[in-house]
């Protein structure tokens, strides 16, 4: 049954994992190497702090929202039509490792409709319009929703755990990479080398340029994890791989005029 106690355990853990993770990228890139790494920032400008204020501002009510989704699932009687499961050897080992990568291919699935859905025009300021207005995101941006999308980006658990068997230890470290690589996604610098969209591999995964430029432009670029559904269904953006280049291909300041005078 519903425990107040362990609600708060429950917002706890997932607000400390927010603010630690994107405030260590935060402090990393926006203040500790910002002025040494600034011509790689993939837009070459920085956040308004009314912008921040914002990104920092809306999390706290995703992060209630997405506490009280699980323990609606978990600590109601709704539990007994979950697939949940307390005791590890409760199911075989081969889908303990299996169920990761499959929670991960569902999700991205989930997302990716989930996201094109709510860029249709009669549903973008219902639900999408308020993470838009970081067009030049930040970390603190991961979880910046209205609280209309934070209750379908928290529909995933309760897709998951109808869906397939899973132990606690398959939702933590599920939820602790998502959040991480959302984090990557908003981060504003791009952190797989130069190459990577072409190759046989990273050509399938999705990059934070890539999600960078779903935020400037607001068109194509709907996945999360990977670029199946992108590449599938043509949403993929044109100018992606070239972008990709560009960026990873700038120099700092010193570099040019060093370049420039030896020529």
Do not use: C
């Not at 990568?101 to 999700?107: C, L, R």
């Not at 970081?134 to 979880?143: D, V």
């Amino acid at each position: 049954m519903f425990s107040a106690e362990t609600w708060y355990g429950l917002l706890t853990i997932i607000t400390l994992r927010y603010f630690l993770i994107a405030g260590v990228a935060y402090l990393i890139w926006y203040k500790l190497k910002r002025d040494k790494i600034a011509y790689k920032k993939i837009q070459q400008r920085f956040p308004d702090n009314e912008d921040y204020k914002r990104e920092i501002f809306y999390p706290l009510v995703t992060i209630v929202i997405f506490a009280l989704v699980p323990a609606a699932m978990l600590l109601t009687p709704f539990r007994q039509y979950t697939q949940y499961y307390q005791h590890i050897d409760q199911h075989s080992m081969w889908w303990f490792w299996l169920a990761f990568p499959v929670m991960f291919i569902v999700h991205d699935t989930y997302f990716y409709w989930m996201h094109r859905t709510m860029h249709h025009p009669k549903l973008f300021k219902l639900f999408h319009v308020l993470h838009h207005k970081s067009t030049n995101p930040s970390p603190w941006a991961a979880f910046s929703f209205q609280p209309s999308e934070a209750f379908f980006e928290a529909g995933i658990f309760v897709l998951l755990i109808m869906i397939m068997p899973l132990h606690l230890i398959h939702l933590f470290v599920f939820f602790l990479v998502m959040m991480v690589y959302n984090v990557y996604g908003h981060l504003g610098w791009e952190l797989y080398p130069a190459g990577f969209t072409k190759h046989p591999v990273g050509k399938w995964i999705n990059t934070s340029v890539n999600h960078n430029q779903h935020h400037q432009y607001f068109k194509g670029n709907y996945s999360l994890y990977f670029l199946f559904w992108d590449r599938l269904m043509g949403t993929l953006r044109s100018d992606y791989d070239s972008h990709f280049e560009k960026v990873k291909a700038r120099k700092p300041a010193k570099q040019i005029v060093e370049s420039s005078i030896a020529e």
